[in-house]
């Protein structure tokens, strides 16, 4: 029914070509062909507003208008738009089927134009796939609800352990600024995705010096259709063997840097960099545009509910104390009503396990209460070891470079070896 529907509504067209010329010819061979030009857009912000309330199901932009990037085509065909760019010297195809326009015609081409604001042409974007059958890495996103602790170090060690970064590995430079030729990955290399748009804190527990956003600077490179393996291992540079880190904002104010539409082929191009991406979410859940007037307003957990949804495998994070147990219960029905799908694999981590907080067998006892309230009947225990951890804080370092030896580590390689099976090989990979 919808596609039929879709069929039958006659076409309209928004036009927003930059070039005098090549506008009057595209709404000349438009409007002879019987295509109905509802409006002539001179900037972007017209064109945006045009399409949002209604005025068209198809937009024909120039490849050099002022502010086109990816988030402005998503929202032009999350309005329902059909967007067909028209190709010019200075923006080449290529990139302009990078931003997610539908169709890319040469300019001039009179004949295309029709075809593709009709519906015609075949598209150049890629369709959408599910996430299992994307190639080649996986993504785990390690969340927990506000108040959670140890979910960066969490991230952390992941990320080490999926890596196999093993005891006491050779010093590095305190810059970490390593980069290696880009090469195909294998089974054991790691992206740590600092993507926590309140806190953002992998810089600092690690150790690095540079307070360069390598995740901003990602996303705007995808934003504007640039964004390729050599940009992308240059902005996530080498911190530990087989580990690249891909570090978060500085400030929190900066979260609109961050848009969903961006980071959706950032974390795509990390698969095809690596084996396993960590994504260290931020806490909060909630998609406030949607009781908002303006819904197309930017979103600010978007990163988050980005990485949730572009997940393999969900590692929920919580505290083993009363108040982080319950809080964790909520957390897990806040993630079950998030505002996008969650088809991930979910384990759940309770942190800093001790008896002093859960009385005696403190592990059955947050067991038990799990299992009773929140009906997780296999959750992941990391006991409490404060002197290793902090001994790896004060230093800027991993377990394996400073504890080995850790209880805490041990947990952390076995959450490694529950992630490794709800995602055996990742695809692309050879077993």
Do not use: K
């Not at 406030?288 to 957990?301: F, S, V």
């Not at 104390?321 to 219960?329: E, H, I, S, W």
Request: hydrophobic fraction near 50%; glycine fraction near 8%.
């Amino acid at each position: 029914m919808n596609g039929r529907a879709d069929q039958d509504r006659p076409v309209t067209v928004l036009v927003a070509v930059r070039a005098p010329a090549d506008e009057a010819v595209a709404v000349t061979v438009l409007t002879q062909e019987g295509v109905a030009v509802t409006r002539r857009c001179a900037e972007l912000t017209e064109l945006l507003a045009s399409a949002e309330a209604g005025a068209g199901t198809a937009a024909v932009v120039s490849g050099d208008l002022p502010g086109l990037d990816r988030e402005a085509v998503a929202r032009l065909r999350a309005a329902g738009l059909r967007v067909v760019a028209v190709e010019d010297r200075a923006v080449p195809g290529e990139r302009l089927a990078a931003l997610g326009c539908d169709v890319v015609v040469a300019a001039g081409d009179a004949e295309n134009l029709v075809a593709a604001v009709r519906g015609d042409a075949p598209d150049v974007a890629a369709p959408a796939v599910p996430a299992r059958e994307r190639a080649p890495g996986a993504v785990v996103a390690v969340w927990g609800p506000p108040g959670s602790p140890g979910r960066t170090t969490t991230a952390i060690e992941l990320a080490a352990a999926l890596a196999g970064v093993g005891a006491a590995p050779a010093r590095r430079s305190l810059l970490r600024r390593q980069r290696p030729a880009v090469r195909p990955h294998d089974a054991d290399t790691a992206v740590l995705v600092d993507a926590d748009t309140y806190a953002s804190s992998v810089t600092s527990r690690l150790g690095l010096l540079d307070d360069a956003p390598g995740l901003a600077a990602a996303a705007r490179a995808a934003g504007q259709g640039v964004l390729d393996l050599v940009t992308l291992a240059r902005h996530s540079p080498v911190v530990l063997p087989g580990v690249r880190v891909l570090t978060g904002i500085t400030r929190a104010a900066r979260w609109p840097e961050l848009p969903p539409a961006a980071l959706d082929v950032v974390l795509d191009r990390c698969r095809e960099l690596a084996a396993w991406m960590v994504v260290d979410c931020g806490p909060v859940l909630e998609a406030d545009e949607l009781i908002m007037y303006d819904t197309r307003a930017p979103q600010r957990n978007g990163a988050t509910l980005c990485a949730l949804q572009a997940a393999d495998v969900v590692v929920v994070v919580g505290g083993a104390d009363p108040v982080g147990v319950q809080r964790l219960v909520r957390g897990l029905e806040d993630l079950r009503d998030a505002s996008v799908p969650v088809p991930a694999a979910r384990v759940v981590v309770v942190n800093r396990v001790r008896d002093a907080v859960a009385g005696r067998h403190a592990g059955t006892q947050v067991q038990d209460a799990l299992a009773r309230y929140a009906g997780v009947q296999d959750v992941h225990l990391v006991p409490d070891d404060p002197a290793a951890l902090d001994a790896a804080l004060l230093s800027g370092r991993v377990l394996a470079e400073c504890a080995p030896a850790s209880p805490a580590r041990a947990a952390f390689q076995a959450l490694a070896a529950r992630v490794r099976a709800a995602v055996p090989v990742p695809a692309g990979v050879p077993a």
